[in-house]
């Protein structure tokens, strides 16, 4: 008898994009406390998975899962894209900015010398902002008015507060202080985070 392929149910995969932002907050609220000294005001979401941070061991298949669970949110919005095709685009960007994310190049601690894997997270992170984007833009083309008007809106928060955030992460290549970059870092990443769930929310009221 031929075996049969799992075939996961769409609303599942879309719920996958509701429960990657909740566990992707919960991460970064539980791993904090974890390591002494560490301000989520003033030093950035990378620095919990830097090379010799006491929290990159459980970071890192923590941050792996998160990855995992967008692709298969962006799997998801694929199916339920039908015959749209800028949804069908997006969907294919957020699995793209979520495949990037499986891995990224660890940044060495505060006060050590910059090196190639530093110059590669930051590679990294351009690029995903960059997918990210292109993943907001056309999926705010695919939809309604109501929901273009949104994405438009997160769009400016993310670039504003990226912006924000390498202004001051420049500071870091002079061995300066940093106020408040993990709060305009966290924005940015949040405005995204916000973007997953009610396009997950928007798509499971939607029949297949």
Same mark, same amino acid.
Request: charged letters at 10%; aromatic letters at 14%; glycine letters at 10%.
């Given at each position: 008898?031929?075996?049969?392929?799992?075939?996961?149910?769409?609303?599942?995969?879309?719920?996958?994009?509701?429960?990657?932002?909740?566990?992707?907050? $919960?991460? +970064?609220?539980?791993? %904090?406390?974890? =390591? %002494? !000294? =560490?301000?989520?005001?003033?030093?950035?979401?990378?620095?919990?998975?830097?090379? /010799? $941070? *006491?929290?990159?061991?459980?970071?890192?298949?923590? !941050?792996?899962? =998160?990855?995992?669970?967008?692709?298969?949110?962006?799997?998801?919005?694929?199916?339920?894209?039908?015959? +749209?095709?800028?949804?069908?685009?997006?969907?294919?960007?957020?699995?793209?900015?979520? $495949?990037? +994310?499986?891995?990224? %190049? *660890?940044?060495?601690?505060?006060?050590?010398?910059?090196?190639?894997?530093?110059?590669?997270?930051?590679?990294?992170?351009?690029?995903?902002?960059?997918?990210?984007?292109?993943?907001?833009?056309? !999926?705010?083309? $695919?939809?309604? %008015? /109501?929901?273009?008007? =949104?994405?438009?809106?997160?769009?400016?928060?993310?670039?504003?507060?990226?912006?924000?955030?390498? @202004?001051?992460?420049?500071?870091?290549?002079?061995?300066?202080?940093?106020?408040?970059? !993990?709060?305009?870092?966290?924005?940015?990443?949040?405005?995204?985070?916000?973007?997953? @769930?009610?396009?997950?929310?928007?798509?499971?009221?939607?029949?297949?």
């Amino acid at each position: 008898m031929q075996g049969r392929a799992v075939v996961m149910p769409r609303r599942f995969l879309l719920w996958c994009g509701i429960v990657s932002s909740l566990f992707y907050v $919960a991460i +970064n609220s539980l791993l %904090p406390p974890l =390591y %002494p !000294g =560490y301000s989520v005001v003033d030093q950035t979401v990378s620095e919990l998975f830097a090379i /010799g $941070a *006491p929290t990159r061991a459980a970071w890192v298949p923590l !941050g792996g899962a =998160y990855a995992a669970m967008v692709i298969a949110f962006g799997w998801g919005v694929w199916r339920s894209a039908g015959v +749209n095709r800028l949804l069908a685009t997006s969907a294919v960007l957020v699995m793209i900015t979520a $495949a990037i +994310n499986l891995y990224w %190049p *660890p940044v060495h601690q505060r006060g050590t010398a910059f090196t190639l894997t530093d110059a590669l997270h930051i590679l990294w992170a351009f690029g995903t902002v960059f997918f990210m984007l292109l993943a907001i833009g056309f !999926g705010a083309a $695919a939809l309604g %008015p /109501g929901f273009r008007r =949104y994405s438009v809106a997160t769009l400016v928060i993310i670039v504003v507060f990226t912006a924000l955030t390498v @202004v001051q992460g420049m500071r870091l290549l002079y061995g300066l202080p940093t106020p408040w970059i !993990g709060v305009w870092e966290r924005i940015a990443i949040g405005a995204f985070l916000l973007w997953v @769930v009610v396009l997950a929310s928007l798509l499971l009221r939607r029949r297949a």
